[in-house]
Every structure is written in C-alpha cells, then in structure tokens.
C-alpha cells in the first residue's frame, strides 16, 4: 500500500503539492491525469524517491521512502531504453537480475512474456516503438518490483500497438499482482486501465479522487457503451 | 590535381622549389630504401599514439569527474579553461627546461594538446546525459561504478568519440612542433633536415607521409568506433561515425 501523507513540493517559485494526501492499495491501478505542467510526472518522481518532498511522507507498505528504489519502476515514453546495450542486457540491468544461469533463464522467460523471443541480442534502435516498451516492462518486471510507476508509455505508439501495451499491461499486473501508477493525457486509456483516477485540475493544488465503476475485467469495446462512460469522460475532461 | 602540380612545377622556378610528382615518388622511394622512411613512421607515429593515449585517458577521466561534480568542476573547470586556449607550441620552451628534449617531452606536449578537446566534449557529455537514464538505473538498483560505466558514460560516448576524433588531428599538430623543437628522427624531424638542405622533394614527401598518417589514424579509429560501439550509428542517435 502507498501512504501519501501530508506531501508538500514545490520548485524554485512555484508551488506544484500543498498538503497532498492520499493512497493506494496494493495491487491497484491508478491513472493520474491533468494539463501538461501541473505536476503528474513530479508526483511520480516523488514517489519514486527520485525527488524530495519539502514536508510530508511517503510510505510504501509501511516504510517510509525517500531515496531510489529496486521495488518501484520506472518506465519512461521516450527514454525507454539504455540504447547501448542489446535487449537481453536491457532487461538483465537490474542488480536482482545479475547475470547467473538462473536469473538468464529468467530474463528470457519474461521476455518471452513480452512476447520477444527472438530479439533478445537486438539493439533497441533495431526495434519498433511499441517493442521497446514491452522490454522495458520485462526490463522493470525483471526486480519483482512491488510498485511499476509508469510515465505517459505509450504516448508515442500508434493507437493499435498501444492497445496492445494496454492489454499486455494489464494481464501481466493481474499476473503478478503490483501496483501500477500512470500518468497519461489518454482519459479513454485512463477509464479502460484504472481502479481509480488522480485529476490534478488546472490552477488548484488538489487532487480529485475519481472511482472507475466498472468492473474488472474490461472489454475495450464494451466499456463505451456502459451506462455512464460518457458522464465519466466528459467529469474527467472538465477537471483537466 | 597531379595535373596541376605538373604544370606548376613545370613553370615554378624549374622545379628547384616545386619538384614534380615523380622526383617527391623518387624521394619517397629513396627514403624507404634506406629504411630511415619506416624509422621516422614508427617514431612519429610512437608519439602521436603514446600522447593520444594519455591526454584522451586523463580528458575522459577529468571531463567525467568535472562534469558530475560540482566541486570538481569549481576547482578544475576554470583552470583547464583558463589551459585550453593555449596553443601547445606556446609549452615548448618550458618543457625544453624541465624535461630537456628526450621522449617523455614530446609525449607530455602531444598528450597537452589532446587531453584538451577530449576533457571538454567529455565533461559536457556527462553533464548533459539525460536524467532519465540515471532515474532509471538507480530505480533498478545500480551502483554508482555501474551508473558510471554503464549508463553515464556509454550516454555520453557520442560526444567523447567526437572529442578523442578531433584530437587525432590535434596528436599530429603537437607532434610537429614537438619534433621541430628538438628530435632524433621522426617525419616532421626529417622534413626539416630536409628543408635545411634544400631538398624539396624530400620536404613534399614528408608532408605526404604525415598527411597519410594522420588519414589512416583517423580512419582505423572510426573503424574501430564502428566494430566497438555498433549502436553508435543506430537511428535516432546523434552520432554517426560513418558520416562524421
């Protein structure tokens, strides 16, 4: 479970978090959504304990956090990937990873969940968009990571290969069971992927708590046509 | 251009200060006979590689260290800005007192001018990799050797391979006026004897033979470039060796 508790930030001249609080569970799926500068990236790097909040906490299953670490990922959409090193070096990077037998064996069996079997010795530049992020989650899933943060990942894919993402997402957290925190300008791939959804509206430092009523498993055709999709979207459009 | 310089040598001074193709052929051929040809290359190009070698360890090892670290970069940066303008030659009669005109001389003046381009590209290479990449290391657990050798540094190879490329050319800069101050063989040694007994046919061939150096220094290391660090030339990466 994350506990945000109090959370304060602020860069030089502009206060982005006042008294933020908010959590969680383990094992939910949380989509942060809000115009571009408000502050959805920070919230992450916050969480990550990549910055440092100026008054307040995080606590992640009852440890307070405040530096990097192996139980939260990251994945980024355009930094995806370290470019000089083959797929199979990406996803074996993490120290848990290592190199043995064992975690190899390992490596491949999770990219061959990603469905790149094959590619395991390419460059990324020799792969399509869509491809480098599935390494990135093998990449990230390669720590057991308690908590996957992950930073508008599939804003640069078409609209199929990111359905695809979306999908191939959310069979591996049902598999595995982490939390995921997304930050993403999609309100539809919000509505489809989340428990919940963080609007950040523009020019106030509160955080509106919206609940996505429908029920999990998700048919991406289906859920348009559920009774209130359309209030929902258009609620989370005005907030933005 | 071999046409050019026949007729120029033709109509300049009966070829006494513009020797013909085949007369700098002959000298060349001559040189290489005696042997003195491959003696001065290897000597000549001895020096370039040792100075090469030092300046561009010690600019990657100065250019990280200042480019990660604040304090570094407050005691080193405005000093080695301060050097870098410098022309190497301007080191001459100060490394003639302290280290005489023997070998480590000409390998301290060849590794001065190199370690320079090598230390700023590298220094703004490091401070320039993009956060991103070290959030992501440091979330996956790494170490700061790791971060360093694995994220930090293979980031910022585009700009360290355009700094050590530019200074290939800097080595044989400073390897003329480091055999101009004072050697016992070499090619730019021999191109002065050369000069002082007015053979200029022999001046010309030295020139090409420097020049040859210098094209195939610069062209093993983009080869190797290429073989080492294949990603280089990946798309979407700013660098590419073949094209540079």
Known sequence: MIKVDSLSFSYPGEAIFDGLTTSIDSGEIVSVVGPSGRGKSTLLLLLAGILKPSAGNIEIDGVTRSVASQEIGLVFQDVALFLWKSVIGNVLFGRRAGASPATRARANSLIASVGLTGHEHKL?????????????????????????????????????????????????????????????HDIDEAIYLSHRIFALPKDTDRLEEVVVPFPKPRIREGIMREPGYATLRNRLLELQ | ?????????????????????????????????????????????????????????????????????????????SLFQMLRPLPPISLVPLLILWLGINEPAKYVLVSFGVFFPVWINTHQGTRAVDPRYIWMAQSLGASRQKLAFEVILPAALPMIVSGLRTSIGVAFFCLVAAELAGAMDGVVFRMNLSQLAFRVDRLIAGLLVLGSISLISDTLFVRFINVAFPWLNGPGNAHDAKSA
């Not at chain 2, 020797?19 to 001895?46: F, I, K, N, Q, Y």
């Open chain 1, 124 to 184: 990324p530049s020799q792969l399509s968009g869509g491809m480098q992020q599935r390494v990135a989650l093998a990449r990230v899933l390669a720590n057991d990571p308690r908590v996957v943060l992950m930073d508008e990942p599939f804003g640069s894919l078409d609209t199929r290969t990111r359905w695809a993402m979306q999908d191939l997402v959310l069979s591996l957290q049902c598999e595995r069971n982490f939390t995921i925190v997304l930050v993403t």
């Open chain 2, 1 to 77: 251009m071999l046409s050019l310089w026949v007729i120029a040598s033709h109509f300049a001074d009966k070829g006494r200060l513009f020797p013909t193709p085949w007369e700098v052929a002959a000298a060349l051929s001559d040189m290489l006979v005696t042997g003195e040809l491959v003696r001065d290359v290897v000597a000549s190009a001895r020096r370039a590689l040792v100075g090469f070698v030092v300046g561009g360890t010690l600019g990657i090892l100065m250019g990280y260290a200042t480019g990660r670290n604040r304090l570094l970069d407050d005691s080193f940066g």
